[in-house]
């Protein structure tokens, strides 16, 4: 009971205290000054509120003054009055509602820095700060004029007036804001602010033009702009090349080059100086002007130039101009290549152009090989035979010039060949003897005349002539012919590569051979005979052709010349009837005698009877005549058809035909060519015939002997080497038009012509 009173009576003690502290505070008395700090424009009116949320007490506005309290006004009281200082510039407005008072006091020409505050009996409030603001009037640029190289560092400062607050520096180039790029600076002078900014820009040739400005704010909604300078930013040339930049200049060697050079741009673009050099010599100025002219342009022109601009400033990049000079082909003239016969053999030239050459080998007017855009031309022939000895046409053509040949010699290492193994030589006793025989060979060969025993003839004098680079012609002669005389010789020609036996047979004179085998074709009024000729019985002979009808002589020949032994003669024989069957035979004859071939018929063709009667009434028939005209002329054409294919079987019979379509060359070109004339004839058609393609050679007795057996007998009386290199020169023209005219292969030369008539 005594311990609870006690508890009771600390607690009622407690609370009683408490209620004392509590009702001896004031809830919530505050006195605030605004605005802190304070801002006002220079000559304006500043105006300063001092609230309270009490409504009784005295205010007073106070400010500082080196560390006193000078009174601006003051109010409030029992009495709620407003009473202001004299000789402050200031106004007191006093405003008393139920809740709370508000004290507004103005200041008419308030000063930089001061500091106010008002305060009650009470309470103090915060202090505010005045700050009149000073406005940024001008902003200047310097320098004037802005020249700057380009590449280099340009400086651009902009000043400001004395201000407060500080001002706000912008920095433009032609709209464009780069305020990033300065740096500032400031100096204050009595509480104001002068603001430098200096711009450092690396300037480039996209900058010459631009416009250059700041402007300056220290205050909201106001600016100012410094003058507007243009930036002059010099730079050195740029050129262009108008020819050969992308691509080379070309032009034609001995011709005026004239390479060009262009001002793109330059600043200043005055008193530009031009420079010309070779690029791997730039020191050496060869011109000094935009257009630089080379006449007669040489091929060791050829290389890149360079043209550079000079100004104030320095020089340009230079412009490269690539020339590429343009020359015609030239063969390279070299010896003769020289193999052995049976090897495999590699003909080559080196050919000097630009652009490079495209090359054609020909054997005669056949087409080797056809080489595109090549700096050597090489020809291979598998196994070199001792005809191709010959001098092989080269040519070699691009954009400057088709046509340039040249002759490429080959000789072959061979033993001797001869036309024919067996001669057979009919003399008299007062005619004496003289033959001779044709022989291919390289080198050139020894030969000696025996009797058929084996022992040397020394009755005979022979002698050999050089006919071509790998033919000759033996010769023998003896004026007086005895009985011991006739029979059988050996001619045996050799040299280091081997031998060859002609066997000659030395008879009295007679009567010739007959003809052998006789052809004919009949057409309607005419009939075409071919024959082969035989030994003229050592007399010249001639031939006639003789034509029965029955048992009559019909129509007979003229006397026809003889071209050789074993050649193929042809003549036609006229004034035939229609449909009607002939016997026809040819006769050889000389001043000992006649011989006849073997006889053979044939029957002329059906007239037709469609042919001149009609055509000579064409005039009363008309439009009838006209279509069988028509019919006459296509029945004639078919006929001389039928009559050529014919006479190509003639041809296929023909044993002296040359064969020259096998072919020893790997790059032979799979294509027919026709050229119109043949390239060695053209080169030697003022100096003889070509020994190399008009002697058809035969060797008897050797296992290749089939290779040569077409090569004909031909006898050469003039002295040439088709090996001379002068001939090419000299018909130059020629060889041109047989290159640009090549069409399918002219076989004509590969048959004897059996087409003269009489």
């Known amino acids: 009971m005594g311990m609870g009173f006690v508890m009771i009576k600390w607690k009622i003690e407690l609370l009683t205290v408490l209620f004392i502290c509590f009702s001896s505070i004031t809830v919530g008395e505050s006195i605030t000054l605004t605005p802190t700090p304070a801002y006002v424009l220079h000559g304006h009116v500043l105006e300063l509120t001092c609230k309270s949320n009490r409504t009784k007490g005295f205010y007073e506005f106070f400010y500082m003054k080196s560390e006193q309290k000078i009174s601006l006004g003051r109010g409030g009281g029992s009495f709620q009055s407003c009473l202001n200082e004299t000789d402050t510039g200031t106004t007191i407005d006093c405003d008393f509602g139920n809740n709370s008072w508000k004290f507004t006091l103005l200041i008419s020409n308030p000063e930089h820095n001061q500091t106010i505050f008002c305060k009650d009996d009470r309470n103090t409030s915060v202090n505010s700060t005045i700050f009149v603001a000073v406005p940024v009037t001008s902003v200047t640029l310097a320098p004037t004029s802005i020249n700057v190289t380009a590449g280099q560092q340009m400086y651009i400062n902009c000043t400001t007036s004395y201000c407060y607050p500080q001002a706000n520096i912008t920095w433009y180039m032609s709209s464009t804001n780069f305020t990033n790029q300065f740096t500032l600076t400031k100096n204050t002078s009595n509480g104001l602010v002068r603001t430098l900014s200096a711009l450092s820009i690396n300037a480039s040739k996209s900058d010459n033009g631009k416009r250059v400005y700041c402007t300056a704010s220290n205050i909201s909604g106001r600016r100012v702009n410094s003058t507007v300078n243009m930036l002059t930013v010099l730079y050195k040339p740029e050129v262009i090349p108008l020819a050969g930049f992308l691509s080379p200049y070309r032009v034609i060697e001995g011709q ?327 016997v026809i035979y040819v006769t050889a004859q000389n001043r000992h005698g006649l011989s006849s071939s073997e006889k053979v018929s044939c029957t002329t063709l059906e007239e037709d009877s469609t042919d001149l009667p009609f055509i000579a009434g064409g005039a009363a028939a008309g439009g009838i005549t006209l279509a069988i005209v028509l019919v006459v002329v296509v029945v004639v054409l078919l006929r001389l058809k039928k009559r050529q294919n014919k006479e190509r079987n003639f041809d296929k019979n023909n044993p002296m035909r040359t064969n020259e379509d096998a072919s020893h060359y790997t790059t032979l070109a799979e294509q027919d060519v026709t050229v119109e004339r043949n390239v060695y004839e053209i080169l030697t058609q003022k100096e003889g015939t070509n020994q190399y393609e008009a002697c058809l050679m035969k060797e008897s007795q050797e296992t290749n002997s089939q290779m040569y057996e077409s090569l004909q007998k031909t006898e050469i009386s003039d002295k040439r080497n088709i090996s001379d290199k002068h001939m090419i020169a000299k018909y130059t023209k020629d060889v041109s038009n047989i290159y640009a005219n090549q069409s399918a292969t002219d076989n004509s030369a590969e048959y004897i012509n059996l087409s003269f008539s009489k």
């Open 256 to 582: 005026t080059a004239v390479l060009k050079c262009a001002l793109i741009d330059a600043n200043p673009y005055t008193s530009i100086i031009w420079r010309w050099s070779r690029t791997y010599r730039p020191e050496y100025v060869l011109y000094s002007g935009p257009n630089y002219t080379i006449p007669n342009i040489q091929r060791n022109m050829s290389g890149t130039y360079n043209c550079t601009a000079s100004n104030s400033v320095g020089t340009s990049e230079a412009g490269i101009t690539t020339v590429d000079v343009l020359y015609k082909p030239k063969i390279a003239d070299t010896t003769s290549t020289t193999v052995n016969e049976s090897d495999r053999t590699i003909l080559s030239r080196e050919i000097v152009s630009n652009p490079l050459s495209n090359v054609s080998w020909y054997n005669g007017s056949k087409l080797l090989d056809y080489q595109v855009s090549v700096a050597a031309a090489t020809l291979t022939i598998e196994k070199a035979m001792c005809t191709d000895t010959r001098n092989f046409t080269l040519i070699a053509g691009n954009t400057v010039e088709r046509n340039v040949s040249a002759l490429v010699e080959l000789i072959v290492y061979c033993k001797p060949r001869s036309y024919s193994g067996n001669i057979t030589l009919g003399v008299t006793d007062t005619s004496g003897i003289d033959f001779s025989t044709t022989v291919i060979a390289y080198p050139e060969p020894r030969y000696e005349l025996r009797y058929e025993n084996g022992t040397t003839s020394n009755k005979m004098m022979g002698s050999i002539t050089r006919n071509d680079v790998n033919n000759f012609t033996i010769r023998f002669n003896q004026t007086a012919v005895k009985q011991d005389d006739y029979g059988i010789y050996r001619l045996l020609v050799s040299n280091p590569f081997g031998e060859t036996v002609v066997v000659l047979t030395v008879i009295p004179q007679r009567k010739p051979n007959m003809p052998e085998r006789v052809e004919i074709v009949c057409e309607v009024m005419r009939a075409r005979v071919q024959w082969r000729s035989s030994f003229d019985g050592g007399d010249p002979q001639s031939f006639t052709v003789i034509v029965l009808n029955g048992q009559q002589r019909e129509s007979r020949s003229d006397n026809i010349s003889d071209k050789g032994e074993n050649v193929i003669h042809s003549t036609f024989v006229q004034n035939l009837q229609p449909s009607t069957t002939y």
